[in-house]
């Protein structure tokens, strides 16, 4: 039976392969289409998330690791490694839509010089 150091060290690097892996699929496949990246990224994370259960498996059952440590570093450090991958998802989903399209704050949002022209060329400052 393993310690618990090291049933916590293999939990936090099997999250760290498995986020690794996630977003190295996202990169590549985040350079089609919309409903690719979507299939890609379900895809993948099925696959990921199979494999994670048979490591787990694995390291419990048959390296007979210390239940307790592996169980909860895995948990703790799944669920934070996860909300990260899914804030890149959106940053990276946000960035693409404010490269096709400038959102509507910024229409709104005039220039100084624009503002300054306008201002100076009513009819209350001409002559």
Not at 13 to 23: F, Y
Not at 31 to 53: D, H, N, Y
Not at 67 to 83: D, H, K, Q, W
Request: aromatic fraction near 12%; include cysteine; charge should be neutral.
């Amino acid at each position: 039976m393993q310690g618990p150091l090291v049933a916590a060290l293999t939990a936090v690097a099997m999250c760290a392969v498995n986020t690794t892996l996630g977003l190295v699929i996202a990169k590549k496949a985040f350079q089609g289409e919309l409903q690719t990246f979507i299939a890609v990224v379900f895809g993948s994370l099925a696959a990921r998330s199979m494999a994670v259960l048979v490591g787990v498996w694995y390291f419990i059952a048959i390296a007979e690791m210390h239940m307790v440590s592996f169980a909860l570093t895995f948990a703790i450090v799944g669920f934070v490694f996860l909300m990260g991958e899914i804030l890149f998802f959106h940053h990276s989903l946000e960035e693409s839509k404010r490269q096709v399209r400038p959102p509507v704050t910024d229409l709104l949002k005039k220039k100084l010089n624009d503002v300054l022209i306008e201002l100076f060329a009513s009819p209350v400052f001409s002559i």
